[in-house]
């Protein structure tokens, strides 16, 4: 397994979670790492990523402000930190890797990724 999510769960509208994405150094060491999520009947989206340069980072705009995403090389493990969540941010949440130099760029389309996690259900109550 290239990708491992982890952190989704249950909580109330306006809480925070923090998910992270462990993947294996090779993969990990040359690649913009990027989260993506799927609400029910919807297609997957983009909601943010970050180049191997931690200075780049690109969010959808729907959660710009709330969410972060950083990466920790020691730990080859991406981070979306999210705060003040909604029930509309309700999805389940894949982390995602794309082969790309230091400075990205940072994709945003599924197609552009080619390695990825198996998803981690984030659910927000209202």
């Known amino acids: 397994v290239q990708l491992q999510a982890s952190g989704g769960g249950l909580v109330q509208a306006g809480g925070s979670l923090k998910l992270s994405c462990a993947a294996s150094?090779?993969?990990?060491?040359?690649?913009?790492m990027g989260w993506f999520r799927q609400a029910p009947g919807k297609e997957r989206e983009f909601v943010a990523g970050?180049?191997?340069?931690?200075?780049?980072?690109t969010y959808s705009g729907s959660v710009k402000g709330r969410f972060t995403v950083s990466r920790d090389d020691w730990k080859n493990t991406a981070y979306l930190q999210m705060n003040n969540l909604k029930p509309e941010d309700t999805a389940v949440y894949y982390c995602?890797?794309?082969?790309?130099?230091?400075?990205?760029?940072?994709?945003?389309?599924?197609?552009?990724?080619?390695?990825w996690g198996q998803g981690t259900q984030v659910t927000v109550s209202s």
């Open positions: 970050i180049a191997r340069r931690v200075e780049v980072t």
């Open positions: 150094e090779r993969t990990y060491s040359r690649s913009t």
């Open positions: 995602a890797a794309a082969t790309a130099g230091p400075w990205g760029p940072v994709r945003t389309t599924t197609g552009d990724y080619s390695d």
